[in-house]
């Protein structure tokens, strides 16, 4: 839901505004409030969510949100020495590679056994679209770590998860 991805577009803006003292326009905090209104108006279907689905909600809210702050906070860091942008984006990517093909291969077809070939081929495919989702992901991440070290958190991430929820 709307919800789910407006954790990294709220939280990072109120960081921007507390801690790293960008401004605070009528422009933003109206765009701000548009964003509330869209939680609010997409999640009204009246359906009722158990506490499990409204604690993990609130926690993929919370942990994009975070993400988000972090990517910013690694962006501007000055103090620490810190590996690049492309290499964090690189390191991730070889991680999320090895974590979905892991959990690709562990998942059993509980279909019938399937000719060697077909399976050959599955697998394949498979590898092939984890690579390229992770070449895809790794760029479009970069771009949004380069948009971090010169753009307000205030601007970036309403920007960039508004954008992708269009999308």
Known sequence: TVFLMSGGMILPYIYGVIYL??????LRFAALILIFLGVIL????????SKKQLFMC???FILN???SIISKMHQIETVHSTVTA???VMLGGIFKFIFCGILFFSVK??????????????VLKAVSLIALAAVCDGVSYLLQLYG????????????????GIVF
């Not at 003292?21 to 009528?26: L, N, S």
């Not at 997409?42 to 969510?49: E, H, L, Q, V």
């Open 86 to 88: 492309a290499e964090y």
């Open 65 to 67: 949100g975070f993400v």
């Open 42 to 49: 997409s999640n009204g279907s009246g359906g009722k969510a």
């Open 148 to 163: 971090a070290s010169n753009l307000p958190a205030t601007v970036l991430y309403p920007f960039i998860t508004g954008g």
């Open 109 to 122: 077809d509980k279909s019938e056994e399937k000719k060697t070939s077909d399976k050959k081929n599955i």
């Open 21 to 26: 003292k960008e401004p605070f326009g009528i």
């Open 58 to 60: 609130i926690a993929v």
